[in-house]
Nanobody, 125 residues
Framework: QVQLVESGGGPVQAGGSLRLSCAAS????????MGWFRQAPGKPREGVAT???????TYADSVKGRFTISQDNAKNYLYLQMNSLKPEDTAMYYC???????????????????WGQGTQVTVSS
């Protein structure tokens, strides 16, 4: 049974850092596309970052240079290191897996079939 559980969210001041974790079970993270997504109140869910089976990463323009996606294959975890946080980064953050692809990962929400429950990040100015 596939399960994704996010953690690491919380309140933080602008300019601060957080590291989100996503514990995956029921499959191996390193052989599929995985991604982080976020949804702010009143806004559609959007892609933040993806990582493929070769470790290649993609980022939304809004987070490039500030966020880093990574995975720990031994622990079967996905991470999102978030630095220089801004109030506009405030959102619920979700991890998700795309079993149909293992490389050149897209950020299209419909490509990701399994999602975690989310972890809230709140950045104050």
């Amino acid at each position: 049974q596939v399960q994704l559980v996010e953690s690491g969210g919380g309140p933080v001041q602008a300019g601060g850092s957080l590291r989100l974790s996503c514990a995956a079970s029921g499959y191996t993270v390193s052989i599929h596309c995985m991604g982080w997504f976020r949804q702010a109140p009143g806004k559609p869910r959007e892609g933040v970052a993806t990582i493929d089976s070769d470790g290649r990463t993609t980022y939304a323009d809004s987070v490039k240079g500030r966020f880093t996606i990574s995975q720990d294959n031994a622990k079967n975890y996905l991470y999102l290191q978030m630095n220089s946080l801004k109030p506009e980064d405030t959102a619920m953050y979700y991890c998700a897996v795309n079993f149909a692809s293992s490389w050149l990962c897209s950020m299209a929400l419909n490509d990701y079939g399994y999602w975690g429950q989310g972890t809230q990040v709140t950045v104050s100015s």
